[in-house]
């Protein structure tokens, strides 16, 4: 009961001291701080106040927490007290010092800051500092435990059970709108920020990427989900969605792309996966402090130019930088698979340039994307994947480039250049194209349908590609539509042999991924 009542004078004391802040001589209506009620007229954007280390935030979502407000602030510096306005939806935030809070805002200006899916507004405050009551002991223990992991000290034995630690190390991390790939190495550097990382499992599942991320403590574990729950990675996309695994410990067999146990560097790579070089696993375990601090558009105060690149997706990730644009595609079905099928799979996610099928090992092919960050999307979407009955295996390639046969060379039409085809999806930059990369699904998004063709056309069309058609809906202006295939294999083998369809009159069918079911 204690701690119900010192939230409740905590607010109650903040809210008389915005009155007495708000002084008219401030140059600013009280409106355009405490009692604005979260308005956001353009009068009040124009009287903004002075850089202060204490920043207001509006437009809260009703269930916010404390924890959520806070993590708005962690990559920018030391949060050193936060007052919450439950009923007007409001929140003060004040930072350890004045220049974490203008980084904050700058890089807050040019990319909109959500919690829970809902933007919301930050401005700099009148207040030069927060009093608060230090009797409420919650804010204050939550505090002192993003403090304590912020410095790298261990959080004290009373914040440990102020945050009432879970019985697990081990968390269950969903990625919602994964416009952009996220590795293993991207997850291993925001979470390091909490704790030691142990080990981590990436998997797909449900036509989702999840992870599993076992740290050295519970608390550790704990701390991480209250600050990054709900968070985007990037720039509004690639939200986390953290729960605790009822596993308390991982069984991690190989050191790849796909899992890694930080504390057995010695462990191999597996079958055909890229290893990890040691010099990296040591640069790793040592690198516990930056949140996404090399990632562009992550997390991380950046600048608008940066921000703008990352969110055309044209930003190499960290760990990527210097790696290759070409992947390594084994255990294809040999009898089917041709330079210009594969081209228009991996075509999805990003600018297929060469295609070559090895001359002695036929299930197998390099594919050269437009750069890394291409690269990356396609294996992470790609990756075990079943194409014509054969699950495959998407792996980067320590080659550059792919070669083309030597003038003369007669290599069976197994290499083939693409890099002026007309076909490529992301030619233009920030086409609209980036925002609709979904994973493999069974459900297909078509566009550019000619007004004459009807939905009968359309199914008998699909059917024909080898598989069963399960729905149809067209869009209103019916030169959209989806349609779901049975499987998701079905709608990969359709999108290979349809998209760029001839449908009469030199239209073609477009075709992608939907992240829609009918």
């Known amino acids: 009961m204690d701690g119900i009542s010192d939230v409740a004078v905590g607010v109650k004391r903040g809210s008389d001291e915005l009155s007495m802040y708000n002084s008219p001589n401030s140059g600013m209506s009280s409106s355009s701080d405490g009692a604005s009620n979260g308005s956001d007229s353009k009068k009040l954007r124009v009287e903004e106040a002075p850089p202060s280390r204490v920043l207001h935030i509006r437009k809260l979502p009703n269930e916010a927490s404390e924890t959520e407000v806070i993590a708005l602030g962690l990559p920018f510096g030391k949060v050193t007290n936060i007052l919450t306005l439950k009923g007007k939806n409001q929140a003060f935030l004040e930072m350890g010092t004045e220049e974490a809070a203008i980084t904050m805002i700058n890089y807050y200006t040019t990319v909109t800051p959500h919690i829970r899916n809902i933007p919301i507004f930050i401005q700099y405050s009148n207040h030069k500092e927060l009093k608060t009551d230090a009797g409420n002991q919650r804010t204050q223990a939550v505090l002192q435990a993003v403090s304590a992991v912020q ?37 291993q550097q925001i979470f390091s920020k909490f704790g030691t990382v142990m080990k981590i499992i990436t998997f797909t599942k449900n036509n989702q990427f999840q992870a599993l991320l076992q740290f050295s403590d519970p608390v550790n574990a704990q701390q991480a989900k209250l600050a990054l729950d709900g968070q985007n990675i990037y720039n509004s996309c690639c939200t986390l969605r953290i729960d605790f695994s009822k596993l308390v410990n991982l069984n991690v067999k190989y050191n790849n792309d796909k899992s890694r146990d930080y504390t057995r560097p010695e462990l191999p790579a597996g079958d055909g996966q890229p290893s990890l070089d040691s010099t990296v696993v040591a640069a790793y375990s040592k690198d516990s402090n930056s949140l996404l601090g090399k990632i562009p558009g992550a997390l991380s105060p950046l600048s608008a130019a940066a921000a703008a690149a990352a969110a055309a997706g044209r930003v190499a990730l960290a760990g990527q930088t210097g790696s290759s644009g070409v992947l390594l595609v084994s255990n294809l079905n040999e009898e089917m698979v041709t330079p210009q099928s594969l081209f228009t799979l991996f075509g999805v996610y990003g600018d297929v340039q060469r295609v070559k099928i090895l001359y002695n090992k036929k299930d197998s092919a390099l594919i050269q994307m437009s750069d890394a960050n291409q690269a990356q999307l396609a294996m992470s979407h790609l990756n075990g994947q079943k194409v014509y009955g054969k699950i495959i295996r998407v792996t980067l390639s320590k080659h550059q480039t792919v070669a083309l046969p030597r003038d003369g060379l007669d290599d069976q039409g197994l290499t083939k250049d693409f890099a002026n085809s007309p076909l490529h999806r992301f030619k233009k930059p920030g086409s609209k194209n980036f925002q609709n990369i979904f994973p493999p699904s069974a459900t297909l998004h078509l566009s550019n ?15 024909n590609a080898g598989g069963t058609v399960k729905a149809f809906k067209f869009f209103q202006d019916r030169k959209m539509s989806l349609i779901q295939m049975s499987t998701v294999e079905e709608a990969i083998q359709a999108l290979i042999d349809l998209h760029n369809y001839n449908m009469g009159g030199n239209q073609h069918l477009r075709v992608s991924f939907s992240k829609s079911t009918i």
Request: proline residues 8%; glycine residues 4%.
């Open 449 to 463: 349908i000619p007004q004459d063709v009807t939905e009968d056309d359309l199914r008998l069309l699909f059917s």
């Open 151 to 187: 410095s790298g000290g261990s959080p004290s034995s009373d914040v440990q059970e102020a945050l009432a630690a879970a019985s697990s190390p081990v968390l269950r991390i969903i990625i919602d709108n994964m416009f952009y790939p996220v590795t293993l190495d991207v997850l």
